[in-house]
Each structure stands twice: as C-alpha cells, then as structure tokens.
C-alpha cells in the first residue's frame, strides 16, 4: 500500500488527524486517561486539527460535537456491553467493550467524510476499527499514516495477570482473553506506520516481533502541581502513601497483595499505611474490614494535601506494566519513592539515589518502615529524583513528535 506522506496537507494546510481511543479522557483521573488526554492537546496545540472518536462518559462536561479550531469530539454513548460475550467474540474484553454498533457506524462516517492525513489508535482498546480502517483505503491509491500509540506492552502484561489469577477457572478465562490481546496487538503493530512506546523497555519487547518496524518511545509529560522546595521533618505523620485508581484487576491485585503483607509491619511500627484513589467500595470495605494500621479514602477530589501530609510515596506493583504517571506526581510533589524492581520504568531516577527498589512486598514493607524516620536519607532522595526529572517531562515535545510521524519527517 503506498502512503502519500507528502500530500499538500502538510504543507499547505494544518495535517488532518483521526485519534480514536477508548474514550473522552475528562476527567482524567487514571493514567491511561492522562496519556491519552495529554497526547490529544499535545498535538492539537502545533496546529493540527484533530477529530477524537470514543464513548462518552458521563462525568466529562463534554457532549458529543463539543469542540475549538483544533479539536472536535465525536462521542458515543456507552452502550453497556456483556462482559461474557466477548468470551465467545474473537476480541479480548478491552477492545469488545469498546465496538459498539454506534461506533462502527461513527467510524465508517468519519472514514468517508474527511481527508485524514493520519489515523491514531491510542491503545488497544480501539484495535477493534483497524479491519475496517484497512478495508476502507485498500482501493484507494494512498492512505493517511497509521500510528499505534501503545500505553503498555500488552501480550507480556496479560499474559503476566493471567499467571496471577488464583482460581483454576478464572485463570483459564483471562489466559483465553490474554491470547486474543496478544493476536490482536501483533495485528495492530503490523498494519501500522509507527508504533510508540510508552518506556524503552516497551519498544524492545515490540522489537522482538517486528525488528524493523518504526518504534519510538514516547513517554507521557506532566502538568501537575510542581512543588519548588519541601522539607521532611518530624512534624509529618510517620504515614507512607500508595496513590491510584484500583479499578482494574492488576491493580487490586497489587494492592490487595501488599497491604497483607504491609499492614501488620506497620501496625506493629506504629506507623500508617494511606490508600488514595478510586476503587469499587465493595473491595475498599473487604480491605478496611482486615486492615488495622492501613486506611482507604477511595475518590478524592485532590491528592496534593494527602502528599503534603505524608513521609514516602510507594509503588507496590509486581505487574500493571508500563509508565506509572503517579511516580511523576510523587517526583514533582517531592515524595521519596520506595518500589518493586521492575515497576518502575521511563524516567531517569536511580536506584538507591532517587528511588529505592526492593524484591518483594516484605522487603518493600520493611524498608519503609526502616526509613521512616531517617530524614536526612528521604530529603537526599526527594532533592535527587526532582533535579533527576525537572526538564524531561513536557508535553509539548510529545505533540511535536507525534506532528512529525504524520507528516513523515
């Protein structure tokens, strides 16, 4: 298939770009909603007009047709979709819940209506429209730029969560479901022009299936609050933090794992465990039923006072893949990071200089607690993790390299 990439639109004209993605990022209160709302006004603020399709969601105020010069967003009302029916669907369940009969038929519109110089699909929830993205230009002599911008690298963090499950029946469903994720992404990521990263570890994981394809990493910038200068005294609560969404599987997971192994260790220290972000209240209430030293807010409307009322952040991930977007809120609100190996990637902190790193949950638990009162060790490494990330974190280097992919440069 030939791809014109030097088509008048990107010279006389701003450059035309499809972005469908899962949904209408606001309110971004996940990393997957950050990246992809960051990417999206990255790109609409070098000038490029962007189109977004994705289902609405109702707490967003925005409505379907909602827009500015730049961008214009086409939105699907959620039809609410059997999460048993994709065990029989050729999908996995994160692109079946988003195929909806009304974006199919919003897709084929949006194809035939405009000249798209490229065509984004942010995560692979969206994979579902690539047969009818390719069938539509396969008689047609050029067609726009294809870019996958992946959030992780699927098929080895599905296939992680599936060795994880404990339930025989239940690990036969999600091996079913992490097989479909791995056919799909190797689909998504041969079809394509370029693929983006969101860690290096990512691109070279792709680069094993496809040697050469175009891979760069494109990690996500940050716009939240940056605190100049914090000291750590012992004034603080001798409270650690661990903040997120715990809406998905691998996330309850994580955090179910360590606060059993974590919230005796601190009872016994007296110090206090904080668990910040969103989560059915049915697993937050499990928690706080067996938890003594351990707390869970669930939704808040801000986390920065809960970061200024803290000593340590923690990552407690064994899996959940990819950038963590809090590691920048902890970094930029000057919270010492204590994690796993391996769950932290895609930012230039070091171990045990700008970040501590451990092998398992009790020896994670255990350094926190040994470090909770050593304030000269958590400011060194709150000082060093801010100077380490300072100026590597815009989003606007992101659009420009997203504006260079579809132009072809």
Known sequence: MHIDAGRP?????????LWLTLADPEPRHNGQF???????????ETG??????????????????DGDAHVVWRLVEQTPLSHWGSLTSPLPHLAYRCRTSEMRRTLDEMLTQNDWDGIVFDGLSVGWALPRVLAHYRRQPARPKLIYVSHN???????????????????????????????????LVAAVDLVTAITPEDRSLYRERQPAKPIEVLTP???????????ITADLPRRAIIVGSFDWIAKRMNLEDFVSVADPLFAAHGAELQVIGSAEESFL?????RAVATSFTG?????????????????PELNGGGFKLKVLEYVFNRLPIFGLEGSVAGVPLLPDDGIMLFPDHAALAQAVIDAMDNLDLLNGMQQRAFVACRDKFDWASRGQQLLSALAGS
Do not use: W
Request: hydrophobic content about 35%; overall charge positive.
């Open 9 to 17: 639109a990107n010279g006389c004209r701003a450059p035309r770009c």
């Open 34 to 44: 950050i990246y992809s709302g960051g990417l999206i006004d990255a790109v609409a």
């Open 48 to 65: 490029a007009e962007v189109e977004v399709l994705g289902l609405s969601r109702p707490d967003s105020p925005k409505r379907n047709g």
């Open 153 to 187: 690298h699927e098929e080895s963090l599905r296939a992680q969560i599936a060795e994880r499950q404990g339930r025989f029946l239940r690990r036969q469903a999600v091996r079913l479901d992490a097989l479909k994720v791995s056919r799909l992404e190797r689909d």
């Open 221 to 231: 910038g940050y716009e939240g609050r940056c605190v100049t200068r914090r000291q």
């Open 285 to 289: 209430n499990g928690l706080r039923k």
């Open 299 to 315: 939704t808040v409307a801000d986390v920065t006072g809960y970061m200024d009322n803290a000593r340590i952040a923690i990552v």
